[in-house]
């Protein structure tokens, strides 16, 4: 069964309580957002059902031992998603010495995005804004005036969905441009395609490029997704980090549930927790603090038009380097 939760929390522990009580479902898998599946997870664990999930953002708050997530964050993203982001700037020809961080009060990416200033002063960066706007704000007029002003080297957005593409064109209204500008979880179509989102970088777990495609699994998802987008109508048919992590999710369920062979809850669990399994996104493994493992973030960058994993090196798509702006 697939149901709309509306992105709305209160909605989503309704469902599951109906999924389990009502509809008596065998398996579950988690919605999508943090503060979905930290819902959908109460009720998972009150009636112990095993929950798999691809885009939790909060890892900490993650107790419930039969939770396996498929976004490979690691234990601690507002500590190492940020690293990986000022490794990739760093190792460019004139590195940002300052930076500006903005970002919506949404949990997961309040909570990395205030990780990121924390590790920007422990990297000797100097924040000259930490700003949070509500979750759902449209007019970032005031908000781009503001990073004007500060006129960073580095621009951090806290994004989510549209958020980037809103504060860029703000910013263009301005007459400004940011040197160098990240944005954690933006819309990836309507980023790749503005003008003024001209080399962005972002964070991700998979492109649509080698090496990722160099798995024949990849190679076939990446064919259907874009046949069934296309068929759909979708704009942007690109599969990216999230769709290969809802596939991953399906990919760990599949492999317990075969290697078990077995629907039975607590024994999927206890076989996640004690076996790797392999994934397009890479090779989880569920034996670190709350079933998370390595954190596999990646930065990616958009390079006429179209983005592209640049950072770790041994990620980038063919010949692609994070260029500087």
Do not use: C
């Given at each position: 069964?697939?149901?709309?939760?509306?992105?709305?929390?209160?909605?989503?522990r309704?469902?599951?309580?109906?999924?389990?009580?009502?509809?008596?479902v065998?398996l579950?898998?988690?919605?999508?957002a943090?503060?979905?599946?930290?819902?959908?997870?109460?009720v998972?664990?009150?009636?112990?059902?095993?929950?798999?999930?691809?885009?939790?953002?909060?890892?900490?708050?993650?107790?419930?031992?039969?939770?396996f997530?498929?976004?490979?964050?690691?234990?601690?993203?507002?500590?190492?998603?940020p690293?990986?982001?000022?490794?990739?700037?760093?190792?460019?020809?004139?590195?940002?010495?300052?930076?500006?961080?903005?970002?919506?009060?949404?949990?997961?990416?309040?909570?990395?995005?205030s990780?990121?200033r924390?590790?920007?002063?422990?990297?000797?960066?100097?924040?000259?804004?930490?700003?949070?706007?509500e979750?759902?704000?449209?007019?970032?007029?005031?908000?781009?005036?503001?990073?004007?002003d500060?006129?960073?080297?580095?621009?951090?957005?806290?994004?989510?969905?549209?958020?980037?593409?809103?504060?860029?064109?703000?910013?263009?209204?301005?007459?400004?441009s940011?040197?160098?500008?990240?944005?954690?979880?933006?819309?990836?179509?309507?980023?790749?395609?503005a003008?003024?989102?001209?080399?962005?970088?972002?964070?991700?777990?998979?492109?649509?490029?080698p090496?990722?495609?160099?798995?024949?699994?990849?190679?076939?998802?990446?064919?259907?997704y874009?046949?069934r987008?296309?068929?759909?109508?979708?704009?942007?048919?690109?599969v990216?980090?999230?769709?290969?992590?809802s596939?991953?999710?399906w990919?760990?369920?599949?492999?317990?549930?075969t290697?078990?062979?077995s629907?039975?809850?607590?024994?999927?669990?206890?076989?996640?927790?004690?076996n790797?399994?392999?994934?397009?996104?890479?090779?989880?493994?569920?034996?670190?603090?709350?079933?998370?493992?390595?954190?596999?973030?990646?930065?990616?960058?958009?390079?006429?038009?179209?983005w592209?994993?640049?950072?770790?090196?041994?990620?980038?798509?063919?010949?692609?380097?994070?260029?500087?702006?």
């Open positions: 069964m697939l149901l709309d939760d509306q992105s709305k929390p209160e909605i989503t309704t469902l599951y309580e109906k999924l389990i009580t009502v509809d008596k065998d579950l898998m988690g919605p999508y943090t503060g979905a599946i930290i819902a959908a997870m109460g998972a664990q009150r009636y112990q059902k095993m929950l798999i999930h691809h885009s939790f953002g909060m890892p900490h708050l993650a107790k419930y031992e039969m939770h997530p498929a976004a490979p964050f690691g234990p601690e993203p507002s500590r190492t998603v690293g990986v982001v000022f490794d990739a700037v760093a190792a460019t020809v004139n590195p940002p010495k300052t930076v500006a961080i903005i970002t919506s009060k949404f949990p997961s990416a309040q909570f990395q995005s990780g990121a924390d590790v920007a002063i422990q990297r000797g960066l100097k924040v000259l804004l930490y700003l949070e706007y979750f759902g704000t449209r007019d970032f007029g005031p908000i781009a005036a503001r990073v004007k500060a006129n960073p080297d580095l621009l951090w957005v806290g994004a989510l969905g549209l958020d980037g593409n809103l504060v860029l064109e703000e910013l263009k209204r301005l007459d400004y940011p040197r160098r500008h990240f944005h954690l979880f933006p819309a990836p179509g309507p980023m790749a395609l003008p003024e989102a001209k080399l962005a970088l972002s964070s991700t777990f998979f492109e649509e490029h090496p990722f495609t160099n798995n024949p699994v990849a190679a076939r998802f990446a064919t259907l874009h046949e987008a296309a068929k759909a109508g979708v704009p942007y048919t690109n990216d980090t999230q769709a290969a992590g596939y991953a999710a990919q760990m369920l599949e492999a317990a549930v290697a078990t062979k629907l039975d809850d607590k024994a999927l669990a206890q076989w996640l927790r004690k790797q399994v392999q994934t397009i996104v890479g090779r989880f493994r569920f034996d670190g603090p709350n079933n998370y493992g390595d954190d596999l973030t990646k930065v990616k960058q958009v390079q006429d038009g179209k592209v994993v640049v950072w770790p090196k041994e990620f980038a798509a063919p010949g692609a380097r994070l260029l500087p702006p």
